[in-house]
């Protein structure tokens, strides 16, 4: 997570200063914690000068919208960033869609463990690639995968309609968000 360019951090001020016409602060960088009450205690030692400091997010990097706000930090977001972590770039980034597209989490109430193994169930693959139409490539794939046409005769396979077959496959049964492929459970 240190080495990637997208470490989350996040500048906190507080809003006495902000309300005074200051926008003095600091950013933080999130990998040097291991979870919100460690980063908490360095945000309010570092606005120590304050009486009472109310911390104020006035921006941020690397970070879902879903796990922040101006006033607050969800708490599940360190086990969301270590679980991102161990994930190759387009995984990451399907997760991050999952999450926030497709299962609106945190805010359902599953924990990170349960909406990990939904992801991992409905997650399909990235299809961005050698065709325009992502849903068209997957359809390609599908077809191959489940051996649709494996008895069909050479010349029936070549009027087979995979654009006409793939929107019906995305009407009821599949989700395509930036080319991320998702089973609809």
Not at 175 to 181: A, F, I, P, T
Request: net charge negative; aromatic share 20%.
């Amino acid at each position: 997570m240190k080495n990637s360019q997208n470490t989350p951090k996040i500048y906190v001020g507080t809003y006495g200063r902000y309300n005074s016409g200051s926008l003095f602060g600091k950013w933080f960088d999130l990998s040097d914690y291991s979870d919100a009450a460690e980063f908490y205690k360095d945000c309010y030692e570092y606005h120590r000068n304050e009486f009472l400091p109310e911390l104020m997010f006035q921006d941020w990097e690397g970070i879902p919208d879903f796990l922040i706000s101006e006033c607050s930090l969800y708490e599940e977001a360190f086990k969301y960033f270590k679980a991102v972590s161990e994930m190759d770039d387009d995984r990451a980034e399907a997760f991050e869609l999952y999450c926030s597209n497709i299962v609106s989490w945190p805010a359902n109430g599953n924990d990170l463990e349960e909406t990990l193994e939904g992801f991992n169930e409905a997650y399909q693959g990235y299809y961005g690639g050698v065709m325009k139409d992502p849903k068209t490539e997957f359809t390609y794939q599908y077809v191959e995968d489940t051996g649709m046409l494996a008895g069909a005769p050479s010349v029936l396979e070549r009027y087979f309609d995979y654009e006409a077959f793939g929107k019906d496959l995305f009407l009821d049964g599949y989700s395509e968000y930036n080319g991320h492929v998702f089973i609809d459970i």
